[in-house]
């Protein structure tokens, strides 16, 4: 009886750590809606630990990730824990922009058979700095089917980086960002080392007139369950707009 018991034990606990749904998990995973999953990974950038979010869609021919884990220590124990909750394999992977916290898993999920995609403009960059590139090259607006699943795939033009897209499910009203939109829990807009300001309120707009009422908007880091977050977004970029103006007066 004793064996049983720690057998149990033992068996909960590594379903637990291998779903990732404790709040100190490395790789947490939660369940957003119907066959929507949003996962975190975590970076240490500056000598801080910063999070990033990621989503991934379960769908009736495998499942479809959109950006890849920021630690590459998780690239693998994602494909692990996919395989072990939905008992499907990744299909596809999308980046939503150059940077290494959404296209740095290109190389790895292109080396196990995974379909990776960006936008031209990702790809051009991706080639000019020498860094690994996806296998397909995907349209500024582009719409997929995958399943019993089908979404948007769209570039509204610069913003945090120049070649920014995003994602919308036009049947759910998921609108996926990427770091296209900040968190209403960001009080700043993070690295601009490659965006564009001034046109990022352009895009927004752009964004905000074609994907009516999202009931769930993701951003690229911290708190993704508050939907204000484009607008959040748009009201930061805005301030800093004003700002820099009043600097060259």
């Known amino acids: 009886m004793r064996k049983l018991v720690v057998s149990i034990i033992l068996f909960l606990t590594i379903l637990s ?4 749904q404790s709040k100190n998990s490395e790789l947490p995973i939660s369940h957003l ?3 929507f999953y949003i996962y975190k990974t975590f970076h240490d950038y500056k000598g801080t ?5 990621a989503m991934y869609l379960v769908t009736d021919k495998g499942v479809v990730m959109f950006d890849a884990p920021w630690d ?3 690239f693998q124990p994602l494909l692990d824990s996919i395989k072990a909750k939905h008992n499907k394999e990744v299909i596809m992977c999308f980046a939503t922009h150059s940077h290494d916290d959404r296209a740095g898993g290109i190389a790895f999920y292109k ?3 995974i379909k990776t995609f960006t936008a031209k403009l990702t790809d051009e960059i991706l080639k000019k700095n020498k860094e690994p590139r996806a296998r397909y090259v995907i349209p500024n607006d582009t719409v997929f089917s995958v399943g019993q699943h089908a979404f948007r795939v769209y570039y509204p033009g610069k913003g945090h980086a120049p070649d920014n897209i995003v994602v ?3 049947k759910e009203k998921i609108l996926y960002g990427g770091c296209f939109i900040k968190s209403t829990e960001a009080e700043d807009l993070g690295y601009l080392g490659d965006a564009d300001v001034k046109e990022w309120e352009q895009s927004i707009k752009r964004v905000e007139s074609k994907f009516k009422n999202p009931k769930y908007i993701i951003p690229g880091h911290e708190d993704w369950e508050n939907t204000e977050s484009l607008n959040h977004t748009l009201k930061m970029v805005q301030e800093y707009n004003a700002e820099e103006l009043s600097k060259k007066k």
């Open 17 to 20: 750590n291998g779903f990732g």
């Open 49 to 53: 630990q910063i999070s990033a979010n």
């Open 72 to 74: 590459k220590a998780q």
């Open 33 to 35: 809606t119907g066959d």
């Open 168 to 170: 919308w499910f036009e």
């Open 111 to 113: 080396q196990k058979g």
